[in-house]
């Protein structure tokens, strides 16, 4: 069993919005790592950040990351850190891996400035452009393909990546 799309970016890509769009035009589930990861602590990622720090909050990530492209079969939505785990990489390159491609001021925009993540504290837009910068090449490297949400509704980018995978 292997999920029909995975979909990874950074804060705000839109891979909640488009991943649930995307399930419910192929008639399947969806299913987002991060809330794997609340389920299984039972708290939300700020608090496991706050808590237990990143490090442990990326071990519990790659896990669930593994097991969901084990067991889920629809479409998949993993957090934006996800890739910087060098084994989460390399099972990533094996899969549909979509990269929703979002710019910093688009990105906080739509996260907003009060949202509590806790990579985007402080300057939400200027961390975004950071992580942008970092994990651009990551994203670059598991994706089979790329979609640009910015100027486009869920709808327009969830079309684009049925057309690009072939769906």
Known sequence: ???????????GSGKTTVGTLLAERLGTGFRDTDQDVERTEGKP????FVESGE???????????????????????LGGGAVLDDGTRA???EQPTVW???????GAHRVGMDVIRPVLL?????????????RAPLYAEVARITVDTDGRTPAEVADAVLEGLGL
Do not use: C, W, Y
């Not at 990622?45 to 496991?48: A, E, K, M, T, Y």
């Not at 490090?55 to 939505?77: M, S």
């Not at 929703?100 to 688009?106: D, E, F, I, R, Y």
């Open 1 to 11: 069993m292997a999920p029909q799309i995975v979909l990874v970016g950074v804060p």
């Open 45 to 48: 990622v700020p608090d496991i």
């Open 55 to 77: 490090a442990h909050f990326r071990d519990l990530e790659k896990a669930a990351v593994a097991l969901a492209l084990q067991e889920h079969d629809g479409v998949l939505a």
């Open 91 to 93: 099972l990533l390159v």
């Open 100 to 106: 929703l491609q979002v710019g910093p001021a688009s």
């Open 122 to 134: 402080g300057n939400v837009r200027g961390r975004m452009t950071q992580l942008l910068k970092e």
